[in-house]
């Protein structure tokens, strides 16, 4: 199934009285368990791909679709509800609150989402390298060690869709493949669709296809 559809989506902003097209139309879709990237420079549009997959902007035109639901034009109390329930974002700064301790990551989500499996949560922090730590502050942590959590963060709502912007940028090479070795096993192994944002062709290969962006425009490279 289709996790993720973008039908012919555009994004235009105004700046006084210039348009600037940020997105031109584009039709994308991704499959339950696959794991994609989108490569390009600064500036490409990249980023205005992902906050309109993560339903933080309204599409000039189109349609986005998550698990065949519309929630392009919803007002952005129920759009916040649906992204909550649907989609787990990894950011390059992993975005972790650090007054708690790893294991009070993933609790903050039992009180705010019921879907959230508390049984899970040691299972999920086991598989993902980080039990041991889970009375660590993220100060007293690695930067592959931040990522490794935020990943288990976003995995632990059981969403369908994970979103990862320069999940890697932040840490050196050998970091950088474990998290895009870890995202790949995860898309695979709990059937999660993985979109990975990156200026980095090194981390592109356990990807099953690449897009890349280009002013705007989003091509199939492989």
């Known amino acids: 199934m289709k996790t993720l559809i973008f039908e012919n989506i555009s994004k235009t902003f105004q700046d006084g009285s210039q348009t600037i097209t940020a997105l031109k139309p584009t039709n994308f879709s991704i499959e339950e368990g696959e794991f994609v990237a989108i490569i390009g420079p600064s500036g490409s549009g990249k980023s205005t791909f992902l906050t ?12 986005v679709l998550i698990n065949q639901s519309d929630y392009s034009d919803l007002p ?27 294991e009070k990551q993933l ?6 989402n019921k879907k959230a499996d508390p049984s899970k949560r040691n299972e999920l922090l086991s598989e993902l390298g980080v039990d041991h730590l889970k009375n660590k502050f993220p100060k007293d942590l690695s930067g592959g060690e931040r990522q490794r959590v935020a990943i288990a963060r976003a995995l632990y709502n059981d969403p369908a869709l994970i979103l990862a912007d320069e999940p890697t940028a932040s840490l050196d090479s050998n970091r950088a493949f474990e998290v895009v070795e870890l995202l790949a096993k995860e898309a695979k192994e709990r059937n999660k669709s993985i979109i990975m944002v990156t200026h980095d062709q090194r981390m592109i290969e356990k990807c099953n296809k690449v897009y890349e962006m280009k002013d705007g425009v989003l091509t199939q490279v492989r």
């Open 107 to 112: 609790t903050l989500v039992d009180k705010v």
């Open 52 to 63: 309109l997959a993560g339903g933080l902007q309204t599409p000039t035109t189109g349609r």
């Open 76 to 102: 952005e109390k129920k759009r916040a509800k649906l992204r909550y329930k649907d989609i787990g974002f990894v950011l390059q700064a992993s975005n972790l609150i650090p007054f708690l301790t790893v």
